[in-house]
């Protein structure tokens, strides 16, 4: 079954800084998962990182530190598979 949810996404400038952010991100265990951008939120380049909303901060204060550049972050409800 599937059901919409809310999701915290986050964008880059270019295809460096997202993988910037899932280096560090699985480096680091920071939640989140890359995803390609989804088409209600406009971004430099074609790939996002996707996490819950709740690990915005978190995630915010983690790439600043790292330097990783961001582009926004934006919540959006995005469909998911609930089991």
Same mark, same amino acid.
Request: aromatic fraction near 4%; include cysteine; charge should be negative.
């Given at each position: 079954?599937?059901?919409k949810r809310?999701?915290?996404?986050?964008?880059?400038?270019?295809?460096?800084?997202?993988?910037?952010?899932?280096?560090?991100?699985?480096? @680091?265990?920071?939640?989140? @998962?890359?995803?390609?951008?989804?088409?209600?939120?406009?971004?430099?380049?074609?790939?996002?990182?996707?996490?819950?909303?709740?690990?915005?901060?978190?995630?915010?204060g983690e790439?600043?530190?790292?330097?990783?550049?961001?582009?926004?972050?934006?919540?959006?409800?995005?469909?998911?598979?609930?089991r």
């Amino acid at each position: 079954m599937r059901e919409k949810r809310p999701a915290l996404v986050i964008t880059f400038p270019t295809t460096a800084a997202a993988m910037g952010c899932e280096s560090l991100c699985i480096e @680091r265990g920071l939640p989140g @998962r890359t995803i390609p951008v989804p088409g209600e939120v406009a971004a430099g380049c074609g790939l996002a990182w996707k996490a819950l909303p709740a690990d915005g901060e978190l995630l915010r204060g983690e790439l600043a530190a790292a330097g990783v550049p961001t582009e926004g972050y934006t919540v959006i409800d995005m469909w998911e598979v609930v089991r």
